[in-house]
Structure formats: C-alpha cells, structure tokens
C-alpha cells in the first residue's frame, strides 16, 4: 500500500481554483514531485522541488508543502487540466520511493 | 531532445521470460538514473526500482525485490527490465523515466517514456 495519500477524486469549476494534497510522514524531510496522466498517455511531470515547474507546463501550476501534506494547486482550471494527478516522493523510510495513490480531477 | 524510446507490447504465456527495453537518447545516459514504474489496468503507478546506468548501481522496491531483474547495456543507452516466469498479475503498462536526485530532498522523473504493454495470458 502507497505511504502518499491522496483524495480520489476532486471536481473543479473551469476557471475556478483547485487543491490536490499528498499526505505522508516522509513530505515533512522530502519534497514531493507531481505527475499528469491523461487516458492513455504516460505521465507528464509538472512540479518538482519547492514549487519548480518544467519547460512547458503553465504558470497556473504550482506546488506547496506544510508539515505532512505536499499541495498541487492548479489556478483559474481549465477544461485541459481534467486528468490523473500523481504525488511522489521518498518512502518513509527514506531509502525507496512512492507514489501516491491518485487523483482524479474533473473540470466541471 | 531528451527522449526515452521503449519497446513494443508483448503478449507471453504465463510461465514465459521477457526483456523489455527502454533507449535513452539526446542526454548523457551515463549520468542519470533510470526508473522503471508500473501501472495495472485502472490502477495508479508503482515505482519499481532504478538503476544507474554509469555503474550499474541498482536499488529496487521491497514490492519487486526478487520478481523482476533491473539492467543498462550504456553502450547503447539502453536500461531493460526483465521476467524470468511471467505471471498473469504480471499484465500491466510498464515506463521507464529519467530520475533525477538532489541533495535538499529534492527527486522527480522526467522526462517518461511512452510505456510497454505487457499482457500475461494462456
């Protein structure tokens, strides 16, 4: 079983704020990196680090961390935001690595 | 351009050995690791393991530790993951990525490769 935990599902307005969170013990000493999938495709990463986003990925991405919980938050959705959203990061014994357990986000 | 090129979708017996592959290109294959990372029909993804292709180091998951075999050929770029007795719950896409680790706390896969479909069947 993943030690990231994610809500299953989250729905979002289109251009309307959304939340993802990752829960864990490992996320209070290691950053999380966080992961796209749509149907059909491999995942695409869109925020690594603090709050780094790759070439390509839209500025209304971004990423936080307090304590256990990493954040993805995704400003002003839009209807190419709707997709599979993956957390990752160390275990909690710090020596492998996770992914959480999913999210999925409908833009509404 | 980074790319990560793997090979095609297998369809094996149950019992049978495989070897798929996964060719980096655009980047030094050497100084990166490679991870692979599974995903079962309508589940989320599973890392695997990585490997190091500069020296071999490996490092797999305690899920997969003795189930699959984690390799690199770097004289052709190349990082492979392998079955010796394939196993219906073997059935699954499977990507490789482009691992990076920094001190600070910092890992992410970037870029992926496009998958392998593995499906185990009699």
């Known amino acids: 079983s993943s030690e990231l935990t994610q809500d299953p599902a989250v729905s979002v307005a289109l251009g309307q704020t959304v939340r993802i969170t990752c829960q864990g013990d490992s996320l209070r000493s290691y950053y999380a990196s966080w992961y796209q999938q749509k149907p059909g495709q491999a995942p695409v990463l869109v925020i690594y680090g603090k709050n780094n986003r790759p070439s390509g990925i839209p500025d209304r991405f971004s990423g936080s961390s307090s304590g256990n919980t990493a954040s993805l938050t995704i400003t002003g959705a839009q209807a190419e935001d709707e997709a599979d959203y993956y957390c990752?990061?160390?275990?909690?014994?710090?020596?492998?690595?996770?992914f959480g357990t999913g999210t999925k986000v409908t833009v509404l | 351009e980074v790319q990560l090129v793997q090979s095609g979708a297998e369809v094996k017996k149950p019992g049978e050995s495989l070897k798929i592959s996964c060719k980096g290109s655009?980047?030094?294959?050497?100084?990166?690791?490679i991870g692979w990372v599974r995903q079962m029909p309508g589940k989320g993804l599973e890392w695997m393991g990585i490997i190091y292709p500069g020296d071999s180091d490996t490092r797999y998951s305690p899920s997969f530790q003795g189930q699959v075999t984690i390799s690199a050929d770097k004289s052709i770029s190349t990082a492979y993951l392998q079955w010796s007795s394939l196993k219906a719950s073997d059935t699954a896409m499977y990507y490789c990525?482009?691992?990076?680790?920094?001190?600070?706390?910092?890992?992410?896969?970037?870029?992926w490769g496009q998958g392998t479909l593995v499906t185990v069947s009699s």
């Open positions: 655009g980047y030094s294959f050497t100084s990166y690791w």
């Open positions: 990525a482009r691992h990076f680790v920094k001190s600070g706390g910092e890992n992410w896969f970037d870029p």
């Open positions: 990752n990061s160390r275990d909690s014994s710090g020596n492998d690595y996770v």
